[in-house]
């Protein structure tokens, strides 16, 4: 059996670029993106992620189910407010890791039509995107935002 990806970041055997942003008991909110990993990530991509290894929708209970709905909302939010988002996208995929999380997505002013897509956002040649100190420093203001 293959080890699970977001069991062994959540153990801290990696650590997300930034770090988390938010949690509660249930869920953890982080950018997308390892630290040190010299690819690039579309600035200001979160994932949600269940703390207990479970698949997928309709797997969640009620409890998970609403920390990932207030987060997801929460971090919108802030998306919206603080990264001048002015539209966010939510999915749940779960393909390649069978460990429940939502993918957030904002898109910013001046993306092109044809990329209005949570997928194909990342696509946009102009879309930007951060290495891992551009992320550290995104996920500080989305943080800073929660408190505020
Ligand atoms: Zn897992």
Redesign the pocket.
């Given at each position: 059996m293959q080890p699970?990806f977001?069991?062994s970041k959540q153990r801290g055997d990696m650590k997300s670029a930034g770090g988390v942003i938010y949690e509660d008991e249930h869920v953890s909110v982080s950018h997308m993106g390892i630290s040190g990993e010299s690819q690039s990530a579309y600035l200001g991509y979160l994932i949600i992620e269940t703390k207990r290894?479970t698949r997928g929708l309709g797997d969640l209970t009620d409890e998970e189910a609403s920390a990932v709905f207030v987060a997801t909302n929460r971090m919108s939010r802030i998306l919206r407010d603080s990264l001048q988002a002015e539209h966010v996208y939510s999915y749940v995929r779960g393909d390649a890791v069978p460990?429940f999380h939502m993918h957030l997505i904002p898109r910013y002013a001046g993306t092109p039509e044809p990329f209005w897509h949570p997928v194909q956002l990342a696509e946009w040649p102009d879309a930007p995107r951060g290495n891992t100190s551009q992320i550290v420093q995104v996920c500080s203001q989305l943080r800073a935002a929660m408190t505020n």
């Open positions: 699970c977001i069991c290894h460990h």
